[in-house]
């Protein structure tokens, strides 16, 4: 089976420095995204990671470390507008019949 | 900026009835995949579409669930009959290369 951690729920305050971090155990690996979801909305892409090392996106990066089964997702210069719920998914297998597991999802909230 | 397109937004229906969601994809994207999202988790493959073949339906309880992607292009999900359970996000999302996936608003689907 697939297993996909990460914190349930973390606060932090604007213009501060997140970190959500993310942890897997598949049958395979091809991949990890982040995606961002709004309450009663439908996720957004953020970045995607295949290998290691660290990839950087205006305020979003995204760290990968297979040989952890690890990633984080570090959000900088936090916004009101950043409070979302922050989705981690893998591809297990880089064939036309996996799709997406996603975990449970992390709830940022970013207070004044 | 293509997006996904999905209908209705909000469904409301009683237990034993019969719905149907729809899901146009962004032009060009071949795979085409529909996700369910219970309130606080992440979305779940009911079933995957690589034109207008199923790829992967594993997921989907067949019992009550079907999906189709006649042409190779928009999709329909259906249940019938609907039980109190089957509350939930509908997503459905499409692809180019099989890795990102971008998703359409869902359909807010409420059984009473």
């Known amino acids: 089976g697939q297993n996909i951690d990460q914190p349930t729920e973390m606060t932090a305050t604007e213009g501060a420095i997140v970190q959500i971090n993310c942890t897997y155990q598949?049958?395979?690996?091809?991949?990890l995204f982040w995606y961002q979801q709004h309450a009663g909305e439908a996720p957004t892409f953020l970045s995607y990671?295949?290998?290691?090392g660290l990839e950087e996106k205006g305020r979003f990066s995204s760290f990968l470390s297979r040989s952890k089964g690890y990633s984080y997702l570090l959000l900088k210069e936090l916004q009101m507008k950043d409070s979302a719920s922050y989705l981690c998914a893998v591809i297990p297998h880089r064939n036309s019949g996996y799709a997406l597991n996603f975990g449970k999802g992390t709830s940022l909230l970013v207070t004044p | 900026e293509a997006e996904v397109a999905q209908s209705p937004r909000y469904k409301i229906t009683e237990k034993s009835q019969a719905v149907a969601f729809w899901c146009d994809p962004i032009?060009?994207?071949?795979?085409l995949y529909w996700y369910r999202q219970i309130l606080g988790q992440g979305p779940e493959l009911l079933v995957q579409?690589?034109?207008?073949?199923?790829?992967?339906d594993s997921q989907l309880p067949k019992d009550r669930f079907s999906a189709e992607r006649l042409k190779g292009v928009d999709s329909t999900l259906k249940i019938q009959p609907a039980e109190l359970g089957d509350s939930a996000m509908y997503l459905c999302?499409?692809?180019?290369?099989?890795?990102?996936?971008?998703f359409g608003p869902g359909t807010r689907l409420t059984v009473l």
């Open positions: 579409f690589q034109d207008e073949s199923v790829v992967d």
């Open positions: 990671n295949v290998l290691d």
């Open positions: 999302a499409s692809s180019f290369s099989g890795d990102t996936q971008y």
């Open positions: 032009s060009g994207h071949a795979t």
């Open positions: 598949t049958s395979g690996f091809n991949g």
